[in-house]
């Protein structure tokens, strides 16, 4: 039996972290960016409620969290773990904004793997005084998983003061922040909404790999979260990496079932059995059907 590609070995951990093409992430790092965080003064706790139905396609967390929770999982979770390597806080003054890799490029990543990632992610804050710094830190990450097989997420956010929109860019440089990301060898991209399908479309089809959608501030309204994310898969979005929309919640592994639902296509409640609808089946039969297409299409995809 011949050895497994880098390639290969890449391309089997990003469907399991994108198991149908497309992914619902949970990003639970903010702690180390703020504190208080609300909903994540218990990680255990969470992780096992975001695991204990069909759960999210990955977590996303720095290192502590990442080490301490894996087996906060429940046995049934089939998605994986994906390490940030960028950190700043609140207390960096004028370069709070500043991401900075933690750590050295060369070993990141295998430190990333030996902990039991099997992804992981660099941020870079567009228009920041400190953009050449972190284009270089996801530059050289890149490169490291490259050598590993290990998919790297960019979170590329157009906020820094020096940030100059082309005239004419309806999305106000989130297209440019994603293609970024391709162009710099990122196999998956997180980016912002920009409002409307018209202007994410143009965001989508910039670049050729997978871009998930960052959930934003905490809304009050989780049912314009879902208009949101609905809008934002029929501009061409492959899914979310959205944390506070989700951990924040009083219920999260309920906030997440609804959106693997618009995501994935496929009902899910919070306790993990499949939903469906008996008013619009006329038998039996026609349930057991409704519900072997449901889950073929989630894996064949």
């Given amino acids: 039996m011949s050895e497994i590609t880098v390639d290969e070995l890449k391309l089997e951990r990003l469907k399991q972290l994108l198991p149908t093409g497309r992914g619902v992430w949970i990003p639970i790092d903010h702690g180390a960016s703020d504190w208080p965080v609300s909903g994540l003064s218990d990680v255990g706790s969470l992780v096992s409620q975001l695991t204990s139905s069909r759960g999210p396609d990955a977590i996303l967390s720095?290192?502590?969290?990442?080490?301490?929770?894996?087996s906060d999982t429940r046995e049934n979770w089939r998605g994986g773990w994906v390490l940030h390597l960028s950190v700043s806080t609140r207390h960096g003054g004028g370069k709070s904004d500043f991401k900075v890799l933690a750590g050295e490029p060369s070993n990141v990543v295998v430190s990333a793997l030996e902990r039991g990632a099997i992804g992981v992610s660099v941020q870079v804050n567009l228009g920041n005084e400190n953009e050449p710094e972190m284009l270089e830190f996801l530059a050289s990450?890149?490169?490291?998983?490259?050598f590993l097989g290990v998919p790297l997420l960019g979170m590329i956010y157009p906020r820094g003061p020096n940030l100059n929109?082309?005239?004419?860019?309806e999305t106000n440089a989130v297209a440019h922040a994603a293609r970024i990301g391709w162009e710099l060898g990122c196999d998956v991209v997180k980016v912002p909404w920009t409002g409307s399908i018209e202007s994410f479309q143009q965001v989508t089809s910039s670049v050729p790999i997978p871009v998930l959608v960052s959930g934003g501030s905490k809304q009050d309204d989780f049912k314009s979260v879902v208009?949101?994310?609905?809008?934002?898969?029929?501009?061409?979005a492959s899914g979310v990496c959205m944390?506070?929309?989700?951990?924040?919640?009083?219920?999260?592994?309920?906030?997440?079932?609804?959106?693997?639902?618009v995501v994935h296509g496929i009902p899910w409640d919070a306790d993990g059995r499949f939903k469906f609808d008996s008013d619009e089946a006329d038998d039996l039969e026609d349930l057991v059907e409704s519900f072997r297409d449901s889950l073929g299409k989630f894996g064949n995809n």
């Fill in 165 to 169: 929109v082309l005239e004419g860019d």
């Fill in 227 to 236: 208009r949101a994310v609905r809008a934002a898969m029929a501009a061409g």
């Fill in 62 to 70: 720095h290192r502590g969290p990442l080490s301490h929770h894996q």
């Fill in 243 to 261: 944390g506070r929309q989700i951990f924040s919640d009083s219920d999260p592994a309920a906030r997440v079932a609804e959106i693997v639902e």
């Fill in 141 to 146: 990450v890149s490169d490291e998983c490259h």
